[in-house]
């Protein structure tokens, strides 16, 4: 079965600071997708980034990043000069299957990101 | 602008009644979902449709019912049966029933039974 553990329940930093969010995840399938959401005070999720298995490279937007390694079942997340704005959960998920949408999507318990101005 | 409206925003319920929660998207997705959302936990599936007048249970599906009458609308039905409804429910949509489609959100409807 499928597991994302994002162990960081709630993280503080001060704005400008750099910091990573951590996402573990378990899987039998050799094929399968990672995603990370963003869910700010408004409450609905934001979609940032999907990655499929086969594509180990690491991937910058901006001031996001993203490290996925999988010899460690790891694909953390770092936010570079953090920003009041990234005040938000951050949910980490994983898909096993390609063939069916999104509710085969099992999420991370999620980590509480706050910016201290 | 396109997007997933949730209302109400807040809802109250006294304990034995059923309530709906309404969803309603206007990006022509096929594909439109519920989940639940507790403190400290994930989002957890409680219901999906890929197609109108079709829909399939999640993980947690005892206690809710839904319709799929419309592409656009997918309301969420909370009987007396949950044991414990108060959550965040969250809907969602996408273009198609594949896993490379992503995930258009809802800003939510907090439901407390009191």
């Known amino acids: 079965a499928q597991k994302v553990t994002q162990a960081q329940t709630e993280i503080s930093v001060v704005e400008k600071e750099d910091v990573t969010l951590d996402c573990v995840y378990e899987?039998?399938?050799?094929?399968?997708?990672l995603f990370w959401y963003k869910q700010p005070p408004s409450g609905e999720l934001v979609f940032l980034i999907r990655r499929n298995s086969f594509d180990e490279q690491n991937e910058i937007s901006g001031r996001y990043s993203w490290n996925f390694q999988k010899s460690t079942s790891s694909f953390n997340f770092t936010i570079t000069a953090s920003q009041v704005v990234d005040s938000a959960v951050y949910f980490c998920?994983?898909?096993?299957?390609?063939?069916?949408?999104?509710?085969?999507?099992?999420f991370g318990t999620g980590t509480r990101l706050t910016i201290i101005p | 602008d396109g997007g997933i409206t949730q209302s109400p925003k807040y809802l109250f319920r006294k304990e034995g009644q059923n309530v709906t929660l309404s969803c309603e998207q206007n990006l022509n997705h096929d594909a439109m979902y519920w989940y639940r959302q507790d403190p400290g936990q994930g989002l957890r599936l409680i219901y999906y449709s890929q197609i109108v007048n079709d829909f399939q249970k999640g993980d947690i599906a005892e206690g809710y019912s839904v319709s799929r009458e419309k592409k656009e609308s997918f309301p969420l039905t909370v009987t007396s049966a949950q044991k414990n409804p108060t959550a965040f429910y969250l809907c969602?949509?996408?273009?198609?029933?594949?896993?490379?489609?992503?995930?258009?959100f809802g800003q939510g409807t907090r439901l407390t039974v009191v």
């Open positions: 899987t039998r399938d050799t094929t399968y997708y």
């Open positions: 969602a949509s996408s273009i198609g029933n594949r896993v490379n489609t992503e995930a258009f």
């Open positions: 998920a994983l898909s096993e299957d390609p063939n069916f949408g999104n509710e085969k999507l099992t």
